[in-house]
Nanobody, 115 residues
Framework: QVQLVESGGGLVQPGGSLRLSCAASGGIVSSYAMGWYRQAPGKQRELVASIGIGGSTSYADSVKGRFTISRDNAKNSVYLQMNSLKPEDTAVYYC?????????WGQGTQVTVSS
């Protein structure tokens, strides 16, 4: 049974920072490319950052230069450092594998950027 548990979200002012964490059940992080996705109200879920098994990273244009994805295989965890946050970053953030996500998603973590 796949388990993905996201945490670290919250309310932050524009320009602030948050660090999201994703704890995965054993073996997932080291076995797959992993990504952070987000879904804003009324919008489709989108991929914002990914990290390959070898550590290569990729970012959506909207977050490039502001977000950094990383992984710790020993801890079965994936992280997303988010800096210079903007109101348009407000969404529920999820982690999952790539290129085809598991059918079972975690509960996500809410990020709200507002003054």
């Amino acid at each position: 049974q796949v388990q993905l548990v996201e945490s670290g979200g919250g309310l932050v002012q524009p320009g602030g920072s948050l660090r999201l964490s994703c704890a995965a059940s054993g073996g997932i992080v080291s076995s797959y490319a992993m990504g952070w996705y987000r879904q804003a109200p009324g919008k489709q879920r989108e991929l914002v950052a990914s990290i390959g098994i070898g550590g290569s990273t990729s970012y959506a244009d909207s977050v490039k230069g502001r977000f950094t994805i990383s992984r710790d295989n020993a801890k079965n965890s994936v992280y997303l450092q988010m800096n210079s946050l903007k109101p348009e970053d407000t969404a529920v953030y999820y982690c999952n594998k790539l290129p085809r996500p598991f059918g079972s998603w975690g509960q996500g973590t809410q990020v709200t950027v507002s003054s």
